[in-house]
T-cell receptor, first 118, second 114 residues
Framework: GAVVSQHPSRVICKSGTSVKIECRSL??????MFWYRQFPKQSLMLMAT?????????EQGVEKDKFLINHASLTLSTLTVTSAHPEDSSFYIC??????????????FGEGSWLTVV | QKEVEQNSGPLSVPEGAIASLNCTYS??????FFWYRQYSGKSPELIMS????GDKEDGRFTAQLNKASQYVSLLIRDSQPSDSATYLC??????????????FGKGTHLIIQP
């Protein structure tokens, strides 16, 4: 079953508003979570690396003031898209790194969140 | 800048045949290599991971890694229509891809023809 849960799975918001996406590791502690964005027919692009208790590390070209990331606990990271615009419409996916290896795979992906800004 | 290259396809393979998916990467210090399957509108799911040169088999799937050539491939034997999806190659600089996230290719769209 899913070990990383994202919520909401789909959200529609008005241009200029903010929307928060949650990423939870369900049965393990995740010191590191990653946020990706995927536009239609494009690959997943890493946006930022979120470390519990510290500031997120953003990839080049990603606005940290627009995409606010909070990793307040070992099981929850949130991505807030502030002042959203239609060009922010995308599929946002988080992944989490388990503290211990599990079946040889240390990274688990959430189900993704579709954001549509109208 | 790290790059992962894949042929976008579509790659069309008859049911029951072997599907061969290829990927090259630019960062020589890459240590971890992954193949993910992604259905339209869904999150990627891990198919295989490989960390050392050679072949790694898991059921119908075989991953092949050649670090000298910076090349990784995925073979799918006895292809089934349910294998039709986009296959993403991903690379990480750290063992297990744990520390610094993954760099993904654009994916190869695979179609298995019944």
């Amino acid at each position: 079953g899913a070990v990383v849960s994202q919520h909401p799975s789909r959200v529609i918001c008005k241009s200029g508003t903010s929307v928060k996406i949650e990423c939870r590791s369900l049965d393990f502690q995740a010191t590191t979570m990653f946020w990706y964005r995927q536009f239609p027919k494009q690959s997943l692009m890493l946006m930022a690396t979120s470390n519990e208790g510290s500031k997120a590390t953003y990839e080049q070209g990603v606005e940290k003031d627009k995409f606010l990331i909070n990793h307040a606990s070992l099981t929850l990271s949130t991505l807030t898209v502030t002042s959203a615009h239609p060009e922010d419409s995308s599929f946002y996916i988080c992944s989490a790194r388990a503290l211990r290896n599990r079946s040889g795979n240390t990274i688990y992906f959430g189900e993704g969140s579709w954001l549509t800004v109208v | 800048q790290k790059e992962v290259e894949q042929n976008s396809g579509p790659l069309s393979v008859p049911e029951g045949a072997i599907a061969s998916l290829n990927c090259t990467y630019s960062d020589r210090v890459s240590q971890s290599f992954f193949w993910y399957r992604q259905y339209s509108g869904k999150s990627p799911e891990l198919i295989m991971s490989i960390y050392s040169n050679g072949d790694k088999e898991d059921g119908r799937f075989t991953a092949q890694l050649n670090k000298a050539s910076q090349y990784v491939s995925l073979l799918i034997r006895d292809s089934q229509p349910s294998d039709s999806a986009t296959y993403l190659c991903a690379v990480a600089s750290s063992p297990g891809g744990g520390a610094d996230g993954l760099t993904f290719g654009k994916g190869t769209h695979l179609i298995i023809q019944p």
